[in-house]
């Protein structure tokens, strides 16, 4: 039954795909601009969906089942991705994805305030890939914990207005200043060094 309806919803997009290429070959210039946020918009709620789907297969295990090793490695293969595509699509999968524990509980996201932008369409996976590296940075790992969430927070909220290369660097800047302490001193004392200076002699033969 389910096979049917995955070829019925396959069907039904590839039908509205057809209906917009249809429309755009004699739209004017503002309905192809609203063909372009049309396409995003698709776009991004099929990362929803492919992201909720790994996600649950990585919970079941389906890959480990299946002689893989690697979730990053199991998606390259089915799917053709770049590795770097693979790592990204599973970044998101354990950090913008509401959780359930082997019991069945029900658990929230990593980055909450991030998921919901992400399931609002509101960011892409790069801009969940740029969050969850910022606060899994050393600067960030020593905020503590209401601060982290508040970041994260404004981080999401931010993802609205900035590019992911935008979000970047604000986020970098964000982490460092709310980083104030920065790393803890090393009192160790350094390592000793041994060292060998090999001189060559004036005349040219041997040297000391």
């Known amino acids: 039954m389910n096979a049917e309806r ?22 004017g210039d503002d309905e192809m601009l609203s063909t ?10 099929l990362e929803q969906l492919s992201v909720s789907v790994i996600a649950d297969l990585q919970r ?3 890959f480990a089942e299946r002689g893989y090793r690697s979730t990053v490695t199991a998606l390259a293969d089915l799917l053709g991705w770049d590795r770097t595509d693979a790592r990204r699509r599973l970044l998101v999968a354990e950090y913008a994805v509401d959780r359930t524990t082997l019991d069945g509980t029900g658990l929230p996201a990593r980055l909450p305030s991030t998921a919901s932008a992400f399931a609002a369409g509101i960011c892409s996976t790069r801009h969940v890939e740029v969050i969850a590296r910022l606060l899994d940075g050393p ?14 927070t404004e981080l999401a909220a931010k993802a609205r207005e900035y590019s992911p290369a935008d979000l970047q660097a604000w986020g970098t800047a964000l982490v460092e200043t709310l980083d ?5 001193p090393d009192d160790r004392p350094p390592a000793p060094v041994n060292e060998l200076l090999v001189t060559r002699n004036p005349h040219g033969a041997g040297g000391r």
């Not at 995955?6 to 739209?27: F, K």
């Not at 600067?139 to 994260?152: D, K, T």
């Open 36 to 45: 372009l946020t049309i396409c995003e918009g698709a776009t991004r709620l």
């Open 139 to 152: 600067s960030a790992r020593r905020l503590p914990s209401q601060v982290w969430a508040a970041a994260e």
């Open 180 to 184: 104030q302490d920065g790393a803890d």
């Open 60 to 62: 079941r295990g389906v």
């Open 6 to 27: 995955l070829d019925i919803a396959h069907g039904l997009l590839q039908q509205a795909v057809a209906e917009l290429t249809a429309i755009s070959g004699a739209a």
